[in-house]
């Protein structure tokens, strides 16, 4: 299991862990259920500003947020997207 304990928490794992990635889980996503390329960036900016991210995971429903936000039918938790 990868340590996550040293990843910056207002880090996204794509910038944070070299190995660990979503890339896998993510193209489990049927194409037609993902989200557009700007949904997904205006997701993750507002995730980013967010207090409950730490080093990659949302702290208010435990999903990695960039497969939350990749997925276009999930929602964020507190209504923020
Ligand atoms: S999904 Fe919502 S609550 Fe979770 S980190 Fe993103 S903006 Fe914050």
Redesign the pocket.
Known sequence: MTDLSSICPRCLLEKASADFDLTEYMERVEPDARSSEEEYASRLA??QT?D??NAGL?G??GCY?EL?AYTAARH???E??
């Open positions: 507002v995730c967010c409950y991210l949302c208010a429903c947020v939350r964020c938790p507190y923020k997207w």
